[in-house]
């Protein structure tokens, strides 16, 4: 029955919403929602995994999900780390892509989509307690098609920075019909 709501409630509009307001998001909306449920955290992820099964890899946990601002977590454990007992590069870069993945879905209008064209990734030092990555993009800001740089940084349980990514993302117009996107 709150499976139900929570769907019902996505699919409705917000009659209390001003016009002049860009609309909510539907990825942070379903994430509100499930925030008021126990497990609502890791619902969320699953929900996110099964839609981009690479992700699952790392076992996200989001911690803050808004328009153009993303905050996920990944757990140190035995899966993620490398010979060193640390974790590893790609756990992190994976994590990387996931925040400015998300990041940048929540920050672009409708009209808009994206792919990421590559990642420089610095790291800072050793990751040795569980991660948390963070990005931010400014949703008011005019975007256009073209080049965007989205940039992530990867903080430990001292939040200390572990990490830093810097990801290129193609923005392109969505197709308008069906036709276009096959073409």
């Not at 790392?58 to 808004?66: A, C, H, K, N, T």
């Not at 790609?90 to 792919?115: D, H, Q, S, Y």
Request: net charge positive; charged share 20%.
């Amino acid at each position: 029955m709150r499976q139900e709501t929570v769907q019902n409630s996505i699919s409705q509009p917000d009659s209390s919403r001003s016009t002049s307001q860009k609309p909510v998001h539907r990825g942070v909306a379903l994430y509100k929602k499930l925030m008021t449920l126990p497990f609502g955290k890791r619902l969320f992820s699953a929900i996110v995994c099964n839609k981009a099964p690479y992700f699952s890899t790392i076992r996200p946990v989001f911690y803050r999900f808004d328009p153009g601002h993303v905050e996920v977590g990944l757990k140190k454990r035995r899966a993620v780390e490398n010979h060193l007992g640390t974790v590893h590069a790609l756990a992190m870069g994976n994590l990387c892509e996931l925040a400015a993945g998300m990041a940048i879905e929540t920050a672009l209008p409708k009209k808009l989509r994206w792919i990421p064209k590559g990642m420089q990734i610095s790291y800072l030092r050793k990751a040795t307690t569980d991660l948390k990555a963070t990005c931010v993009i400014d949703p008011s800001r005019h975007f256009q098609t073209g080049e965007f740089e989205a940039v992530v940084s990867v903080f430990d349980k001292q939040n200390m920075e572990v990490a830093r990514a810097t990801i290129p993302m193609y923005l392109s117009k969505k197709p308008s019909n069906v036709n276009e996107a096959v073409a």
